[in-house]
Nanobody, 125 residues
Framework: QVQLIESGGGLVQAGGSLRLSCAAS????????MGWFRQAPGKEREFVTT????????YYADSVKGRFTISRDNAKNTVYLQMNSLKPEDTAVYYC??????????????????WGQGTQVTVSS
């Protein structure tokens, strides 16, 4: 099992930047895929990005491609989401997720058994 704790959310103006962190504990190795999802009020949870076990492969939703960057530091058991050029439509609760069964992540939320509690990101216009 693994426990995930997100941090780094907050309020930012449009065009600004934030960096989210997701710290994992409970499993000593980091040979598993991680992902970020988000959920805005009244909407379904949606895929944002995923990273494979060693950071060598990433995949992004079209809505964030070129603005967001996912990375990981396995020595620190932490995954990051750098968000630049933020837009009001990026406002949501952001969740990190882990799939311990795979080294390459999925875009489907139902493939991730482990989730953090979420961190709020609010982008003002």
């Amino acid at each position: 099992q693994v426990q995930l704790i997100e941090s780094g959310g907050g309020l930012v103006q449009a065009g600004g930047s934030l960096r989210l962190s997701c710290a994992a504990s409970g499993r000593t190795d980091s040979t598993y895929a991680m992902g970020w999802f988000r959920q805005a009020p009244g909407k379904e949870r949606e895929f944002v990005t995923t990273i494979n076990w060693n950071g060598g492969s990433t995949y992004y939703a079209d809505s964030v491609k070129g603005r967001f960057t996912i990375s990981r530091d396995n020595a620190k058991n932490t995954v990051y989401l750098q968000m630049n050029s933020l837009k009001p439509e990026d406002t949501a609760v952001y969740y990190c997720a882990a799939d311990l069964r795979r080294t390459i992540g999925s875009t489907r939320s139902d493939q991730y058994p482990y989730w953090g509690q979420g961190t709020q990101v609010t982008v003002s216009s």
